[in-house]
């Protein structure tokens, strides 16, 4: 039985262990290959280990230095701000719709979830954010149009929901109103699914480009994503403009383009890479107890 059994824990021990491997080398191949030199790549390949050491891509990467500075500060304040600000908001919308004596809990989760379903397309969006709210060109259209998710507002609602319902109760008797109960009961038991949520909502943000493609003109406001994707792009493009000959144009043959893809990727994911680390403790919890209930 003793060896049936260390034989069982091994087999589930090396199974994870390969799970880990699977992982981590392609992470450690992406970081191999920005660090490599694109002669060596075209030479030999990709490897684990460069063999040929190279700091070109980053140059490229960081030749002008201001504006991936703007960029990361413009990414970082439109994260940080907006995921706590969602967050908070989806809270608030959330709990009343956890309390079972709430008249309107139905039909406006009824609402909630209907927009799940439907939405108006990007013409009616950019209309309203442009020509009404005025937040073309601004921080604020990070932050303010997508301030509110009706999933994670489902997720946070279900997860209040399995609250102990004697603690609300027990804080009405001695007198606590509602926003009371809220910050000092509510939000403190519910750590794991808010910081679940809150780093789904930095993830998003953080990885978002699109916004400045369509709203965004002035080059200080930028994200990070997008500033990474210009760098990328117009090399690129004068490279294969170069190629065509159709126009003179004069680049630099050792343009390391393919180094640098992947150096865009240690520099865009590296900070997210940083942080998930002091949030993965709360998933299992916040999220599966969050999805228990619909």
């Known amino acids: 039985m003793r060896k049936k059994f260390f034989n069982y824990r091994l087999i589930i021990n090396l199974f994870f262990i390969l799970m880990c491997v699977t992982f981590?080398?392609?992470?450690?191949?992406?970081?191999?290959?920005?660090?490599?030199?694109?002669?060596?790549?075209?030479?030999?390949?990709?490897?684990?280990?460069?063999?040929?050491?190279?700091?070109?891509?980053?140059?490229?990467?960081?030749?002008?230095?201001?504006?991936?500075?703007?960029?990361?500060?413009?990414?970082?304040?439109?994260?940080?701000?907006?995921?706590?600000?969602?967050?908070?908001?989806?809270?608030?919308?959330?709990?009343?719709?956890?309390?079972?004596?709430?008249?309107?809990?139905?039909?406006?989760?009824?609402?909630?979830?209907?927009?799940?379903?439907?939405?108006?397309?990007?013409?009616?969006?950019?209309?309203l954010?442009?020509?009404?709210?005025?937040?073309?060109?601004?921080?604020?259209?990070?932050?303010?149009?997508?301030?509110a998710s009706a999933w994670h507002i489902i997720i946070i609602r279900t997860f209040f929901q399995q609250l102990p319902p004697a603690l609300v109760e027990a804080a009405k008797i001695d007198g606590a109103r509602e926003m009371r109960v809220f910050f000092t009961i509510i939000l403190p038991l519910s750590k794991p699914v808010l910081a679940s949520v809150?780093?789904?909502?930095?993830?998003?943000?953080?990885n978002d480009w699109q916004t400045s493609l369509i709203y965004i003109r002035d080059e200080t406001l930028y994200t990070l994503q997008y500033t990474l994707q210009k760098v990328l792009?117009?090399?690129?493009?004068?490279?294969?403009?170069?190629?065509?000959?159709?126009?003179?144009?004069?680049?630099?043959?050792d343009v390391p383009t393919e180094p640098m893809r992947f150096a865009l990727v240690i520099v865009a994911a590296g900070p997210m890479l940083v942080v998930f680390p002091f949030f993965q403790k709360y998933f299992s919890k916040g999220l599966t107890v969050g999805a228990v209930k619909g």
């Open 24 to 127: 981590i080398v392609p992470m450690l191949y992406v970081i191999s290959i920005s660090f490599s030199s694109n002669a060596s790549i075209d030479a030999s390949g990709y490897s684990l280990i460069p063999t040929e050491w190279s700091l070109d891509a980053y140059r490229y990467v960081f030749r002008n230095p201001e504006q991936v500075l703007n960029s990361y500060k413009t990414t970082i304040f439109a994260s940080v701000v907006g995921s706590f600000l969602s967050v908070f908001v989806m809270a608030l919308m959330a709990y009343p719709l956890s309390r079972p004596n709430f008249v309107f809990k139905k039909p406006i989760t009824f609402f909630v979830f209907f927009t799940m379903l439907f939405g108006g397309g990007l013409i009616p969006s950019y209309i």
């Open 198 to 206: 809150l780093f789904m909502m930095l993830t998003a943000k953080w």
């Open 129 to 147: 954010n442009t020509q009404y709210l005025g937040l073309a060109n601004s921080i604020w259209i990070y932050i303010l149009p997508g301030l």
């Open 233 to 253: 792009n117009e090399v690129e493009f004068l490279k294969n403009l170069a190629k065509s000959g159709e126009f003179n144009v004069t680049i630099n043959a």
